[in-house]
């Protein structure tokens, strides 16, 4: 083996290392007495989309939500590691690629137990939830809102708090991204917000936190197809990165012409039951869901 050769391998290794930042394993989880997820395993890495399709019913928000550590959806087996990249120059220190992302790997065992998490250490750690059903939070402006979820994750991850300058800077960025009007960010959180709207406004708080991996439940129903294109646009922009990933929870393969996944997985009866590529999304929408999770 060459020197150079011996250096190519060693980076390979890296990468696999690093790669890794999602890692679910025999998840099982109850909702009331039912249990919904029957042993779904999915690791995502760094840099990659992922499509979840599947029949309604099926256990997707639950998938999301046993992610999240929403109240009332109990984990009864299975672990979830996440190990999301360090910074470049961060705590973990040192050497960037030339794309980028950082080529540091993680110590090993450097991966977060995610379901010992509260929800909002989830949330710090870098993991955005988008709600199927985005609620509504009277009397809480939209801007406030997102300051302080912002400033309480900078604060938990021990970086500074961002002025309201700067803040509104980011927000402006954010929303015209989306298409959003600033007026709308002034507004109570949702309250009167259309569905469509609901969603953008979603996606605008996605883009404010900078998620490292971002669990998006349904976010294109309701979305008419400017919207979706915008939405679709927004997603690719803040989220396809090296060193971030997407679980994209859709019925629909209208979203997936926009956001293109990398992989598509069918879940049904509370597990993964078929994985593919985009081409996957196309055949369940021809041949739908029932012959395919039945096949499986
Ligand atoms: P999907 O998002 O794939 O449509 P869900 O994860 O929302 O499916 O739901 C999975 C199953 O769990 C459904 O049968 C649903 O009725 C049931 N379920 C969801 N929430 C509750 C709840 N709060 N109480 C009882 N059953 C629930
Ligand atoms: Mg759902």
């Known amino acids: 083996m060459t020197i150079s050769s011996g250096v190519t391998h060693r980076l390979k290794n890296f990468e696999l290392k690093r790669n890794q930042m999602l890692k679910i394993e025999n998840l099982h989880a109850t909702v009331g007495d039912t249990e919904i997820l029957k042993g779904l395993s999915l690791t995502i890495n760094a840099g990659e989309i992922h499509a979840i399709m599947g029949p309604n019913g099926a256990g997707k928000s639950t998938l999301a939500y046993a992610l999240g550590g929403r109240p009332g959806y109990e984990v009864t087996a299975g672990s979830v590691t996440f190990t999301p990249l360090p910074l470049a120059g961060g705590a973990g220190g040192g050497q960037t690629s030339e794309e980028g992302p950082p080529l540091t790997p993680p110590a090993s ?3 977060t137990d995610l379901l010992s998490l509260d929800p909002h250490e989830r949330a710090a750690a870098g993991i955005f939830l ?7 939070i009277p009397g809480v402006s939209n801007l406030q809102f997102l300051r302080e979820s912002l400033n309480s994750q900078r604060k938990a991850r021990g970086e500074e708090a961002l002025n309201g300058a700067e803040f509104i800077k980011l927000a402006k960025e954010k929303a015209a991204l989306l298409k959003m009007d600033m007026d709308m960010l002034k507004r109570a959180v ?4 259309s569905g469509g709207e609901k969603k953008r406004n979603e996606m605008v708080q996605m883009g404010i936190l900078d998620p490292k991996l971002a669990i998006l439940d349904e976010t294109d129903s309701g979305l008419d197809i400017d919207a979706l294109r915008t939405v679709g646009s927004g997603i690719n922009s803040i989220m396809r990165k090296p060193d971030k990933a ?3 929870i859709t019925h629909y393969q209208r979203l997936l012409e926009e956001v293109k996944p990398d992989f598509v997985h069918v879940l049904a009866n509370g597990r993964i039951v078929k994985t593919g590529g985009p081409e996957l999304a196309l055949q369940l929408e021809n041949e739908g ?4 999770a039945e096949a499986a």
Not at 289 to 292: Q, R, S, V
Request: aromatic fraction near 20%; glycine fraction near 20%.
């Open 130 to 136: 988008g709600f199927q059903y985005p609620v509504e």
């Open 289 to 292: 869901y029932e012959a395919i």
């Open 109 to 111: 065992g450097r991966g």
């Open 246 to 248: 997407v679980l994209l």
């Open 190 to 193: 949702n309250v009167g917000f």
